[in-house]
């Protein structure tokens, strides 16, 4: 076996395994490919579904980004990126642009992506039919006969019970008008992003031992009703350090007196920003 | 209209170790349109099986038994179903109570059935219930809580809804008081005089003498007992 | 959702005048390893009528009632529906046939409902399946059918929990109509219901029946239901059709054995 292709953390067979199931998935968008989920370094739930994603597709030329809900810097986005700089020894980068791999946890970067991109998803629960049909054999037959009522009656609850479609992330999408696909659980602001995305979008989930992928420029409609129609929704302010008004914004609690902040969960996005010159309500006094 | 010729029935008791029970034999007779012919006979005579077997519950066996053009010894089902809803009507003094659903509706049923407009079959209904004296705030009420005389008006009214060509009366006059059986025989003359062919048991004799153009003792239908 | 499976040739909803049979079935069996599940059954159905299976437990009658459903695969013998193959037909366009133009209520409202969902997602979930998306119809149509399954519309945020089991029953028989089937299969839709429950039932069944011009084929050992109900009754004894005819016939002059023991076993129907 040369040594290029056992290249990054996987044994050769384990790669080639993943890559196969990769391609499949990428033959057929949105449909749930089964693969031999590898243990990982890592506890189930940390990503060890798109950590083997991740060194499945790595080649030593690859700059690896590595993002937790849009951070660069938080525990888990850290220690992966630790990983792969210390078991394939690519180089690593912050930089949505600079990066050519991007292994996200709950978010799509507000950057826009490019052909040369791989954008890999940790999932937890990949089968979007889960919590309403509980049996396995049930949800794959219904994937294969397209028999996606149940998806609506979702929908449809939601909207007695709250007068809206209350789905706020892991919102369910139909791809190219075939599968119904959980996106992961990015918040529904993202959802239009999937859609005609030039980057390779793919979805490793470990502990389901399932990969699902999006070709680039795939159709993804996020699913809804005529007479309440889809609509991707943020926190209505603008970000405290920036001033960005159209990205994703986390809430932050600044103390015990009801104070708080909005700051954009990217955070290659917000630091690209500040560093131009834009500023926020909050970032008078740091210039 | 009715065409019996040579007519048998037998009863095969098989839960009484196969005996067989004969109780009509070489039954024949014949009812043209417009037309009333009553069958009389001693009770047990075979009165009932006649008119059962000419309405269908009863299996016909051997001979013929042809209702206006159908033979109901080889008839299917369906086909007697059919000649059911559109050309043969039973009138019995007991109303099978349908619960629920109003009067009105019980009798305007058998129009419907053939698929005449609401408006039409409703007007209808309530034309009879009228003459037969069941009064108007009865008529959006069920059947099932009036008393015995008008449970029978309104199943009388219900079998003269609908004008079928072939209509069997079992007693149609039975215990109803004299304003309302002088109803029930007008309107078995109205339709004989539209043509039907009615064949019926009456026990009431004055009525039967109004009505019935001949009578059939059935009692030469009944089999000869085997000691 | 668009897909090749759906929209064939099941686009009509009102059956019109059709001369032929809806539903022929020849030689139809079914065997659980050595024993005859049921077996040799032929039998024909149009457009309206109502036929009636009657026997007693382990008779075959559900076995049969599943193989037409499409729930159990027949190993002997011919479904044709519409002049469609039922053995030869795709799961996908029987699932499309189940959801659209027929109908199946089980005895258990629980096997026949989602528990965990809404009255008016239950009812609604028919028409989503085949492609509803305007949530204000939806609910329009999932009221109006309540109302005329006599459910007080009020209760369409309600789950089938808070509901009583004839409420159940008949929240089953909404669900199943919503798309207006021509063809109903049920068993023993009065099962484990009160006397009086069962009787407004049935009255609406029997309502819903005419209205809406449906075939129904129903399994149940009550004779009384099967006397109410069925134009035609088919007797089964150990997977077999013993005796068939007109209702009344079969059961005011029953000519085999069994049928007359069954039909002396009965108080008054």
């Known amino acids: 076996m040369s040594e290029g292709y056992s290249f990054a953390y996987l044994d050769a067979a384990t790669k080639r395994m993943i890559r196969r199931a990769l391609l499949k998935a990428l033959a057929v968008p949105g449909y749930q490919v089964p693969f031999a989920s590898r243990e990982m370094p890592m506890p189930y739930g940390w990503g060890t579904g798109g950590v083997q994603v991740t ?26 990126r630790r990983f792969f700089e210390r078991t394939a020894g690519v180089a690593t980068t912050t930089r949505t642009t600079e990066a050519s ?18 954008l890999v998803y940790q999932v937890p629960i990949p089968e979007p ?49 075939r599968y119904v696909m959980d996106p992961s659980p990015i918040p529904k602001f993202d959802n239009p992003k999937l859609s005609g995305c030039p980057a390779i979008q793919l979805f490793g989930a470990g502990r389901e031992a399932r990969i699902h992928a999006l070709p680039p420029y795939t159709r993804v409609v996020s699913l809804d009703f005529e007479d309440h129609p889809f609509v991707p929704s943020k926190a209505d302010a603008a970000c405290d350090l920036c001033g960005a008004e159209a990205s994703y914004l986390d809430e932050v609690i600044t103390d015990d007196a009801g104070g708080r902040m909005f700051c954009c969960s990217d955070t290659d996005f917000c630091a690209g920003r500040c560093a131009a010159g834009h500023a926020g309500r909050l970032s008078e006094g740091r210039a | 209209m009715i065409e019996i010729e040579n007519l048998c029935k037998s009863f095969t008791l098989h839960t009484q170790g196969g ?93 419907l059935a053939t698929g005449a407009p609401e408006d039409e079959a409703f007007a209808r209904a309530e034309a009879l219930l009228t003459r037969l004296n069941i009064p108007e705030r009865l008529w959006s009420l069920s059947p099932t809580t009036f008393s015995g005389g008008e449970q029978q008006r309104v199943n009388i ?29 007008e309107l078995i003359s109205e339709a004989k005089a539209r043509g039907a062919a009615i064949l019926g048991i009456f026990h009431d004799e004055a009525a039967r003498a109004t009505v019935a153009d001949r009578e059939i003792d059935v009692t030469g239908f009944t089999p000869a007992r085997a000691a | 959702m668009r897909n090749g499976a759906q929209g064939r040739i099941w686009t009509k909803k009102k059956p019109e005048a059709e001369a032929g049979p809806l539903l022929q079935v020849e030689g139809l069996g079914k065997h659980w390893g050595a024993r005859i599940g049921c077996a040799e059954v032929d039998f024909d159905l149009y457009p309206g009528e109502v036929l009636g299976i009657v026997g007693e437990s382990g008779s075959g009658k559900s076995t049969l009632l599943g193989c037409l459903a499409g729930h159990l695969s027949a190993d002997a013998g011919r479904i044709h529906y519409r002049g469609h193959d039922l053995r030869a037909m795709g799961e996908p366009e029987r699932r499309h046939l189940a959801r659209t133009e027929w109908a199946f209520v089980h005895q258990n409202p629980r096997d026949g409902l989602r528990m965990g969902v ?6 609604g979930e028919r028409l989503m399946a085949v492609g509803a998306r305007h949530y204000g119809a939806i609910r329009a149509q999932a009221r109006d059918w309540l109302g005329r399954v006599e459910i007080d519309p ?51 069944l029997r309502e819903l029946v005419r209205e809406m011009g449906l075939s129904v084929i129903i399994v149940t050992h009550d004779l009384a239901v099967a006397r109410l109900l069925a134009d035609r009754l088919m007797v089964m004894k150990d997977g077999r059709v013993i005796e068939a005819g007109l209702t009344d016939q079969v059961l005011d002059d029953p000519q085999a054995a069994y049928t007359q023991l069954l039909v002396s076993s009965v108080l008054q129907v």
């Not at chain 1, 996200?104 to 991109?117: C, Y």
């Not at chain 1, 028999?147 to 190219?176: C, F, N, Q, W």
Request: charged share 25%; hydrophobic share 45%.
């Open chain 1, 101 to 118: 791999v991007i292994q996200t946890r709950h978010r799509i970067p507000e950057a826009a992506l490019t052909e040369r991109q791989i």
């Open chain 3, 118 to 123: 809404t009255a008016g997602a239950n009812v």
């Open chain 2, 157 to 185: 009214a219900r079998g003269f809804a609908h004008p079928f060509p072939v209509l069997l009366l079992d007693e149609p006059t039975a215990s109803l008081d004299p304003v309302n059986r002088a109803v029930v025989l």
């Open chain 1, 55 to 80: 060194a499945a597709c790595l080649i030593p030329e690859d700059v690896l980004k590595v993002i937790d809900q849009g951070a660069d810097d938080t525990t888990n986005a850290v220690s992966i």
């Open chain 2, 19 to 111: 005996a067989v029970l004969p109780v009509l034999a070489g039954a024949s007779l014949r009812v043209g349109p417009g037309e009333c012919v009553a069958l009389t006979g001693a009770s047990g005579a075979g009165k009932s099986t006649l008119m059962r077997m000419i309405w269908g519950n009863y299996r016909a066996q051997t001979g013929r038994l042809v209702v206006d053009g159908l033979d109901l010894v080889r008839a299917t089902p369906r086909e007697i179903i059919a000649l059911r809803r559109e050309r043969m009507g039973y009138v019995s003094q007991f109303l099978r109570v349908v619960p629920r659903v109003p009067t009105r509706r019980v009798v305007a049923d058998p129009l």
């Open chain 3, 154 to 204: 009020g209760r369409i945020d309600d789950r089938p929990r808070a509901f009583s089991g004839g409420m159940q029953q008949r929240l089953q028989i909404a669900r199943n109509l919503v798309t207006g089937p021509r063809l109903v299969l049920m068993d023993e839709p009065t099962g484990g219901l009160d006397v009086s429950v069962q009787a407004r039932l049935l009255d609406l």
């Open chain 1, 129 to 177: 039919l889960r919590f309403l049909e509980p049996r396995e054999a049930e949800t794959r037959r219904m994937h294969a006969l397209a028999d996606y009522g149940l998806m609506h009656v979702k929908l449809y609850e939601d909207i007695a019970r709250h007068g809206a479609i209350a789905t706020s992330y892991a919102y369910p999408v139909l791809v190219e008008g």
